[in-house]
T-cell receptor
Framework: AQSVTQPDIHITVSEGASLELRCNYS??????LFWYVQSPGQGLQLLLK??????LVQGIKGFEAEFKRSQSSFNLRKPSVHWSDAAEYFC????????????FGKGTRLSVIA | KAGVTQTPRYLIKTRGQQVTLSCSPI?????VSWYQQTPGQGLQFLFE???????NKGNFPGRFSGRQFSNSRSEMNVSTLELGDSALYLC?????????????FGPGTRLLVL
């Protein structure tokens, strides 16, 4: 069965600093990987996704993520954080075969300080 | 295109009551999934409907049920509410393939059980 671990429950960064949110997954075959962001009181918005091909994926709002098969990781990065990036971030994994639901990590809450 | 809409946005119920939540997917999307989001458990998959048929089901008691109509709109029902059912209920839609496409999320219905 698939599983996702986001080791950091809460991260605080200064505005303008770089950001890396960690995501480790467990899946026996090639996974589909997603990062979603949730602002307070809102639903989830897709930031980026990896299905195949180039392991460095560009997303919206200046985010990128790198798929590393050897490390079973799909970390999210942003070179310079803005105050509006404060939100909760979820990593999710889907299976390559069949219509099975996504499995989400527990999320990482990002706080941005001036 | 209009996004995924959920009604109502907020709901307060008492233990033992039942509740029905509604989700209208993006036009043309045929798959609707429901998730329960709580601070302790994160995002947990409830069920998915495709063409009026339940295609996937999560590990929730039978008090949680759903259905989908011919226009792809979906409802979920929770009977005999318990305090632990207090959560944000999120609906997501995709065109067809559940785990191979982006899921578009609605803003959620926040349910408080007193």
């Amino acid at each position: 069965a698939q599983s996702v671990t986001q080791p950091d429950i809460h991260i605080t960064v200064s505005e303008g600093a770089s950001l890396e949110l960690r995501c480790n997954y467990s899946y026996g075959a090639t996974p589909y990987l997603f990062w979603y962001v949730q602002s307070p009181g809102q639903g989830l918005q897709l930031l980026l996704k990896y299905f195949s091909g180039d392991t460095l994926v560009q997303g919206i709002k200046g985010f990128e993520a790198e798929f590393k098969r050897s490390q079973s990781s799909f970390n999210l990065r942003k070179p310079s954080v803005h105050w509006s990036d404060a939100a909760e971030y979820f990593c999710a994994v889907g299976s390559y075969s069949g219509n099975t639901p996504l499995v989400f990590g527990k999320g990482t809450r990002l706080s941005v300080i001036a | 295109k209009a996004g995924v809409t959920q009604t109502p946005r907020y709901l307060i119920k008492t233990r033992g009551q039942q509740v029905t939540l509604s989700c209208s997917p993006i036009s043309g999307h045929r798959s609707v999934s429901w998730y329960q989001q709580t601070p302790g458990q994160g995002l947990q998959f409830l069920f998915e409907y495709f063409s009026e048929t339940q295609r996937n089901k999560g590990n929730f008691p039978g008090r949680f049920s759903g259905r989908q109509f011919s226009n792809s709109r979906s409802e979920m029902n929770v009977s005999t509410l318990e305090l632990g059912d207090s959560a944000l209920y999120l609906c997501a839609s995709t065109l067809d393939q559940l785990n191979q496409e982006t899921q578009y999320f609605g803003p959620g219905t926040r349910l408080l059980v007193l």
